[in-house]
């Protein structure tokens, strides 16, 4: 369902790149996470997968489409099939839980009668029956993450990215919320989540890709949060010693300066 | 669906913005207010011109049952008088002067009369017998007017001789000025207004970035994300064109209809209804302005 093949992102000439030459694979159907330390390239691979921004080098395939090859007007029916979901929920102030879900289908113009029947099913889902007159600040971090969640899957992606979505949430908010995530993957959605959250890595027990600075250190299936592996793997050559890469690592930008 | 959708973001949009939106419609307003005032001075141009001022600078007229000047003392041109005069045209000694001639009878002259005062009150006073027939000079060199005025001032028939160029010249010459210095100014108001423009729909894509932000998440098309923008720029440029075409037509109407038309009577004014020509142009010119700045400020600040 995805692929990265070699894929190397560079934002900045003068910095390491964001990704550096990384493959994988996921597949339809699968759950995984995304682990590692703040600026290691969680986001930037999730960016990669819905076209934000294009690889600089090697190819990224979602569906079998090369996404760098896509025309910048076949790009929406790209984001059509993928369902996004970050750490600040990025509800809609002014428009209540039900207008919120439905601006999704208005937007690519799905007719009003498909829009009346359709939302409420899917708040029905989320577990926000009949709070579609709510406006967003009448409800709970959680409730807000599960209207964005609602508003991720109504159009019904193959693909569903979740950016940190518990990242806001206390533990037992986010249990509730994985619980949903794991429903929406069993009904056949790929899910893809990078999160930092151990205890529910570990709860869950899915596949955990883990990357440092910009590489894939880890690819396990039904893992950690933490490797299994000897906890001081042999270094490979040129790596710096794992202290000295955490020290390397810029500090966090960009998902922390948009929290509400 | 997707229209009344478009369409509420639209007034949305206007609402939220709406004091930027009336300076984008007054600087389109004043701009195109000025466009069309170079307009209609040269529709006026063209109206005094009448038929014959761009074909021919000589016009030799030929004694009418009016005429008073004393070459005509013996009464109306007589054919015989009339064919001499056209044999002078043709000899040598003046067809080397001439690119060309016209002869307008009483009844051409009265057609071209009625074209001209088409909207002014006295065409309907006049008749074909009152207007002296001419012959119509096309010179080689306008230059020598003097040659074919003196040649023929004095022949029997000839009421007189005009160098049609001298009358209107100097008036056109203060209108195409004028007209110069509508453009330049409305040059300058339209900079103003593609500039107004482009902050107006800058500012809105700014106020609307997360609406815009979860549009391009979910897949919506480039069209749905946009043309809000683009058609509220189009739209309050369009708003100040209209007002500005109001404008024009109620100049044309109130002041050359009713004031200046009955102090100058015998001026050839241009009609409100010939105004109305310059409508479309405005709102097409009012259309592209806003069009062309809106598509240039998303590209830069809308990215999608
Ligand atoms: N738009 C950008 N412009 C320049 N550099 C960027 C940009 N986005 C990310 N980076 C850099 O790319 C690297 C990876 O960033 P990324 O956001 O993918 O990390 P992350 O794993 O998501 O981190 P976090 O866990 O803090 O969200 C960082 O060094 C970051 O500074
Ligand atoms: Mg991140």
Redesign the pocket.
Known sequence: MIRFDNVTMV??KK?RP?LDSISIEIERGEFAFLV??????????LRLVLREDRATAGAVYVAGQNVARLSSWRVPRLRRGIGVVFQDFRLLPQKTVFANVAFAMQVIGKNRGVIRETVPEVLKTVGLEGMGHRMPHELSGGEQQRVAIARAVVNRPGILLA??PTGNLDPATSQGIMQLLDRINQNGTTVVM?T?DDDIVNSMRKRVVE?GS?TIVRDEAKALYTSMMPAVRPRRLGEPAAEERRERV?S?????EEEI | MRLAFILGEITSGLRRNLSMVVSVILVTFVSLTFVGAAGMLQLQISQLKGYWYDKVQVAIFLCGQGSTSAGCASGPVTPDQQKSIKALLESPAVAQYVNDYHFESQTEAYQHFKEQFANSPIVDSVTPDQLPASFRINLKDPEKYQIISETFSSRPGVETVIDQRQLLERLFTVMNQASVVAIVVAGVMIVCAILLIGTTIRLSAFSRRRETGIMRLVGASKLVIQLPFVLEGVISAVVGAVLASATLWAVAKFFLGDVLAKQYPDTAFISPAQVLILVPLLIGLSVVLAGVSSLVTLRRYLKV
């Not at chain 1, 590692?36 to 691979?45: D, V, Y």
């Not at chain 1, 966090?252 to 922390?256: C, E, Y």
């Open positions: 934002y900045d910095a964001a590692g330390p703040s600026g290691s390239g969680k986001s930037t691979f950016d940190e990078a930092h990357l910009g810029p966090p930008s960009g998902a922390g």
